[in-house]
Nanobody, 127 residues
Framework: VQLQASGGGLVQSGGSLRLSCVASGNIYSVNSMSWYRQVPGSNRELVASAAEDGAINYAASVKGRFTISRDNIKDTVYLQMNSLKPEDTAVYYC??????????????????????WGQGTEVTVSS
């Protein structure tokens, strides 16, 4: 399974960006899709998550400004970021918890669940 993120860039404070992340490969279902961000010297932090059942969570620092959404048919997650602030500057990573079906040596299939990360897309907000 591969995750391909896109949409980062340079924007002025108060501006907007939309990140996208597409999952591809051996996918039976994408259980959850999330966005994390990381600045140098700090731990990666959860920005927003969207479960397959529609449950959504946001970090307190982005609530009301960012919106996460999923297209379950396209296995894609989006992050609409509005009212961006310089402190939103970071590398943004998409994450997915995926269920795959693997062929066994006995000729049947088994369920495999794993976590995957995208390559990161840089967001820079100038003041």
């Amino acid at each position: 399974v591969q995750l391909q993120a896109s949409g980062g860039g340079l924007v002025q404070s108060g501006g907007s960006l939309r990140l996208s992340c597409v999952a591809s490969g051996n996918i039976y279902s994408v259980n959850s899709m999330s966005w994390y961000r990381q600045v140098p010297g700090s731990n990666r932090e959860l920005v927003a998550s969207a479960a397959e059942d529609g449950a959504i969570n946001y970090a307190a620092s982005v609530k009301g400004r960012f919106t996460i959404s999923r297209d379950n048919i396209k296995d894609t997650v989006y992050l609409q970021m509005n009212s961006l602030k310089p402190e939103d500057t970071a590398v943004y990573y998409c994450h997915a918890h995926v269920t795959s079906l693997l062929d066994t040596s006995l000729g049947d299939q088994t369920v495999w669940e794993s976590d995957y990360w995208g390559q990161g897309t840089e967001v820079t907000v100038s003041s």
